[in-house]
């Protein structure tokens, strides 16, 4: 039973990393055109689905497991944490990305068009930063939200037992 629970989690993590890499290739290069709309925002939908799916499996996985408060809380904590550094890292990629954008920019045009870089370059509609949310990065990232909301389910349902226990107590 425990295998078929880890062989569920790991083509569940397969399957999320192989739309996140869809979503990837959907990027155009840098200093192209493209067409109107993004199809990768449709990739959001399963992606959903499976995040809850994989947040699920981990609770499953993680149910027989014991562990105390501090512990629960520290993964929580060294989780968000890393959530926070894989985020401050993609706003870094994105300003790296901006950069190549004015460059192909540059050579195709003559001229930097930095006001067209930032609207190309900002928010999700764009499919010019498919390659910003569609990356090893956010993975890791959607995997670790997964697990720390795993660990805050734990931690909750700790809580909640120690409350019971203390109750039924006196």
């Not at 425990?2 to 290739?25: D, H, Q």
């Amino acid at each position: 039973m425990r295998m078929k629970r880890y062989a569920g989690l790991l083509i569940n993590a397969l399957a999320c990393l192989i739309l996140v890499m869809l979503g990837n290739a959907m990027s155009p290069g840098p200093g192209v055109s493209s067409g109107n709309g993004n199809p990768a925002i449709l990739l959001l939908i399963p992606l959903s689905i499976l995040f809850l799916v994989l947040v699920n499996q981990w609770i499953q996985l993680l149910k027989k497991v014991k562990m105390g408060l501090s512990v629960s809380s520290f993964l929580i904590i060294a989780l968000a944490g890393y959530i926070i550094a894989g985020y401050a890292y993609q706003l870094y990629r994105l300003d790296i990305y901006r950069k190549i954008q004015a460059v192909a920019f540059k050579a195709r045009y003559g001229e930097v068009d930095w006001a067209h870089i930032e609207s190309i370059t900002t928010g999700i509609l764009s499919i010019h930063m498919n390659n910003q949310f569609f990356n090893w990065n956010t993975y890791f990232m959607m995997i670790a939200f997964s697990l720390m909301l795993c660990f805050v389910y734990k931690l909750i349902q700790g809580i909640l037992y120690r409350r019971q226990g203390a109750t039924a107590k006196k």
